[in-house]
């Protein structure tokens, strides 16, 4: 089996066939979107306009910003809205009384908050990276850049469409919507608000929503055009139905149900190739097939070039911040027929796909 799966990786054909649901089922997806995950994540802090630049001229057909609110409602890129791994905060005596303890989507944590922020008290805090010990070159950029807001990353998209001459497209994840909803701040007027402004209304505008959340896209689909995506992860389930799990609405009947309401489904690769109890890439699953013949588009995450993170069979080395092949992972995955992947190595992303 593993052989057979190594062959067909390497020859760039079809999926495996051996006894998965995609059997009989030309796999190779055509001309699979990177999605820039956090900009270039894996080689500038995350989330700032510098790793989002990289990201595009590295060729990144997407860059993704996770938005989050502030509180004067405005949207700003952050992995979360508490903030203490991502910038410099926790090192400002002047916002020392604003670290708080809350629960989010039913977590206690403790930090610091965008929603307890302005916008111009954030403008005074600069990015650091979230992984110092995988990536101790990203730490050379700690303290040089900015929050952005989702505007100004429209606005990189823009004129980076014009400097470039090809499609730049967003894709913007909402982070912890009914969360923020509860406290007065809810994401879909500023987000909708802000994609009209800049053009973005259609289906076929470059532009993708996403939420690990139901609700949240339900609620966004009785009011815009553009595609939706539902986020799920092999464990766990929506935070705002608690009593669903995303295994159930990876079968068949869920993703039917999914399709009503978005266009595709983002889901972690482990979904669509499982790991073996060593840590090598197992059997895909029928993931991508079932989503398919229910209408979906299927975007996976995340691939990152790490040792800690890669397939036994892929790392290079015992030091865990090592890189290994990740354009050998990659393309495993692109045999299964994945309509798009997220990528924190943009160049490594686009030397797979391309």
Not at 195 to 209: A, M, R, S, W
Not at 298 to 315: A, C, D, K, M, S
Request: charged letters at 25%.
């Amino acid at each position: 089996m593993k052989f057979k799966l190594l062959l067909c990786v390497a020859l760039a054909l079809s999926a495996c066939t051996s006894g998965t649901a995609n059997e009989g089922k030309s796999a190779m997806a055509k001309d699979p979107i990177i999605i820039a995950h956090r900009g270039a994540s894996g080689e500038r802090p995350e989330h700032t306009i510098a790793s989002y630049t990289l990201a595009i001229e590295q060729g990144a057909d997407y860059i993704e910003p996770d938005l989050v609110l502030t509180k004067d409602g405005v949207l700003v890129a952050r992995h979360e809205n508490e903030i203490s791994e991502t910038t410099d905060v926790a090192d400002r005596p002047e916002f020392a009384d604003r670290k708080a303890s809350k629960t989010i989507d039913g977590q206690k944590m403790t930090g610091w908050f965008t929603e307890d922020f302005t916008l111009a008290e954030l403008k005074t805090l600069r990015a650091k990276e979230r992984l110092p010990m995988l990536r101790k070159a990203n730490m050379a950029y700690d303290g040089q850049f900015e929050i952005p807001t989702f505007e100004e990353i429209i606005l990189l998209a823009k004129a980076k469409e014009k400097e470039t001459g090809r499609r730049i497209g967003i894709y913007p994840e909402t982070k912890h919507p009914s969360y923020f909803a509860s406290i007065g701040l809810p994401h879909e007027a500023p987000l909708l608000t802000m994609l009209q402004k800049h053009g973005y209304t259609q289906k076929d505008d470059p532009l993708f929503i996403q939420s690990f959340e139901v609700g949240n896209l339900k609620a966004l689909r009785g009011k815009t055009k553009l595609r939706l995506i539902q986020l799920m992860s092999k464990d766990d389930g929506p935070a705002d139905d608690p009593a669903t799990k995303y295994a159930s609405m990876a079968k068949p009947d869920g993703l039917k149900a999914i399709a009503i309401y978005a266009n595709g489904i983002g889901v972690e690769k482990a979904m669509v190739i499982p790991r073996t109890m060593l840590g090598n890439l197992s059997e895909p699953t029928s993931l991508v097939a079932d989503a398919h013949m229910a209408g979906l588009d299927v975007h996976i995450w995340t691939f990152r070039r790490e040792n800690y993170f890669l397939p036994l069979g892929q790392r290079s080395g015992l030091n865990p911040a090592g890189h290994g092949d990740l354009v050998a992972e990659i393309k495993a995955f692109l045999a299964t027929g994945i309509d798009g992947f997220f990528s924190d190595n943009v160049a490594e992303a686009a030397v797979a796909a391309r």
